[in-house]
């Protein structure tokens, strides 16, 4: 069992661990189908008169040897879940297969017995460690005595010349247990401290990825719920003003991040003014969507408390360079739309030119006054200026995100490119109409990653039941 890792429910084991203990398992199969095949080649080695042991020896030893190493593999496919207990088949496979070959050959088995201990330091457990530890210390202790009597002995041991012809006494054994199989036993023991020190340090990295793990994981939803909450803070149902047949509005935006710093925001002032706002804040992530939720508040109170666009970002200017330590900015365009008239009042704040189409029209920037960007420096004055939307004209208005969206060969889009996917679509509908835009720009940006947040919001007039549309009138 994976210490610390491992609850009473499995289900509640870190991935990372469960994938990491997937994989020892995995790599311990394979070493021990390795270490099969060497047994079968002993076993062929014998039979060639290399080893001299005896035939009934090896014919009863290396099948067994051979099924104890080959028996998690046959095993594996057969179970349905992760089980700690397999580990521990796994080893004690090992063990019992190193056991009888070191029986049968034991004095070509000494490197053999560090392979349990390698292999369970793949688990990062100490308990596993251990007991392959003690285990392997007594097999090979019982291995070496009984080999002596069956296998094929160590000429060191004893001054026979043929196997056959040794003689196993008490001093053969004492000597066999003080000078071999001590030795061995204090070597395996010293290596397997070396690999529980490396297997130790290990798993300490591997719960720190753990840890940075669930860190993250806790982090995107935090940022998926915050993503949530920006997207309800813009006005996302439409048709927007269903009641209301003189003009049509739709917006969208797109964040770079999991949260953006564009926003957009219609609202009624009252029964006769539609207010608009595009903004686009500095920088990207979590601080431009703070600074963004402010702003828009900002913005949106000074307008309902019937403000002008040039006294709105007047006041939400030194409002936000109040403790703006942190030296952001947001770019802003605000209009205020007479819906009776078509009369807009409107005032820049450092941002993109709007693009307007008069009735059978086609899309044109139109180059308006520009002022300084908000919570850039105190006590800045704007200017605002009067625009007329004619029944069938069309406005759009956008962020940089757009025009400054790069394809793979880091080529602008430009406006160029976004007046003439607009006038491809002038004919339609603002929703219909910028899912064109936004196709358009998609195909140009192909496979390239976004680095900016890309809004748009379009406002088209369209008179009322009783006004018949500029191309009829006389």
Same mark, same amino acid.
């Given at each position: 069992m994976v210490q610390g890792a491992v609850d009473t429910d499995r289900q509640t084991v870190n991935p990372?661990?469960?994938?990491?203990?997937?994989e020892a398992n995995q790599y311990s199969c394979r070493c021990l189908q390795v270490m099969a095949?060497?047994?079968?080649?002993?076993?062929?080695?014998?039979?060639?008169?290399?080893?001299?042991?005896?035939?009934?020896?090896?014919?009863?030893?290396?099948?067994?040897?051979?099924?104890?190493?080959?028996l998690p593999t046959l095993l594996r496919p057969c179970m349905t879940r992760l089980d700690w207990r397999f580990q521990y088949l796994i080893m004690g496979c090992c063990i019992l297969g190193i056991t009888?070959?070191?029986?049968?050959?034991?004095?070509?088995?000494?490197?053999?017995?560090?392979?349990p201990v390698l292999l369970s330091c793949h688990y990062y457990s100490r308990k596993l460690t251990a007991a392959a530890l003690a285990t392997s210390v007594v097999c090979l202790n019982v291995s070496g005595?009984?080999?002596?009597?069956?296998?094929?002995?160590?000429?060191n041991l004893t001054n026979a010349l043929h196997a056959e012809e040794a003689v196993i006494t008490p001093d053969v054994v004492r000597e066999a247990v003080l000078f071999f199989l001590l030795p061995r036993s204090a070597i395996l023991v010293g290596m397997a401290f070396v690999c529980i020190t490396v297997a130790k340090r290990t798993r300490s990295l591997l719960e720190r990825q753990a840890a940075d793990s669930s860190a993250r994981q806790r982090i995107e939803t935090e940022l998926n719920v915050a993503a949530q909450i920006q997207a309800d803070m813009l006005p996302s149902i439409f048709p927007?003003?269903?009641?209301?047949?003189?003009?049509?509005?739709?917006?969208?935006?797109?964040?770079?991040?999991?949260?953006?710093?564009?926003f957009y925001d219609f609202f009624l002032v009252d029964d006769d003014h539609l207010a608009m706002v595009i903004a686009d804040v500095s920088g990207k992530g979590v601080p431009a969507a703070l600074f963004m939720v402010i702003a828009k508040t900002l913005l949106k109170n000074a307008v309902q408390l019937g403000l002008?666009?040039?006294?709105?970002?007047?006041?939400?200017?030194?409002?936000?360079c109040e403790n703006n330590e942190s030296e952001m900015f947001v770019t802003v365009w605000l209009g205020v739309y007479e819906i009776s008239t078509g009369r807009l009042t409107a005032a820049n704040a450092g941002h993109e030119y709007p693009a307007i189409r008069r009735a059978g029209g086609r899309f044109e920037l139109f180059k308006d006054r520009h002022g300084f960007v908000l919570a850039?420096?105190?006590?800045?004055?704007?200017?605002?200026?009067?625009?007329?939307?004619?029944?069938?004209?069309?406005?759009?208005l956008y962020t940089d995100g757009v025009a400054e969206a790069t394809d793979g060969a880091n080529t602008l889009y430009g406006t160029d490119r976004m007046l003439a996917a607009l006038n491809q679509s002038s004919a339609l509908?603002?929703? %219909?109409?910028?899912?064109?835009?936004?196709?358009? !720009?998609? =195909?140009?940006?192909? #496979? +390239?990653? %976004?680095?900016?947040?890309?809004?748009?919001?379009? !406002?088209? =007039?369209?008179?009322? #039941? +009783?006004?018949?549309?500029?191309?009829?009138?006389?």
């Open positions: 990372i661990f469960l994938e990491n203990e997937r095949l060497i047994a079968a080649l002993a076993w062929v080695l014998n039979l060639l008169d290399v080893f001299i042991v005896p035939p009934l020896v090896m014919n009863i030893g290396m099948p067994v040897c051979i099924f104890f190493f080959l009888v070959l070191s029986v049968a050959i034991p004095k070509h088995t000494v490197l053999a017995w560090i392979a005595i009984v080999g002596l009597y069956i296998g094929e002995g160590d000429p927007a003003f269903p009641e209301r047949p003189e003009f049509d509005i739709y917006a969208s935006m797109t964040p770079a991040k999991e949260v953006g710093g564009d002008s666009p040039k006294e709105a970002l007047d006041k939400v200017n030194n409002q936000l850039g420096m105190e006590d800045n004055r704007y200017q605002e200026y009067e625009l007329e939307i004619g029944v069938g004209d069309t406005l759009f509908p603002p929703e %219909q109409l910028l899912q064109q835009v936004k196709a358009d !720009l998609n =195909r140009f940006v192909g #496979a +390239a990653p %976004q680095f900016d947040d890309i809004t748009m919001l379009s !406002l088209q =007039r369209k008179g009322d #039941a +009783a006004q018949p549309p500029a191309s009829d009138r006389p």
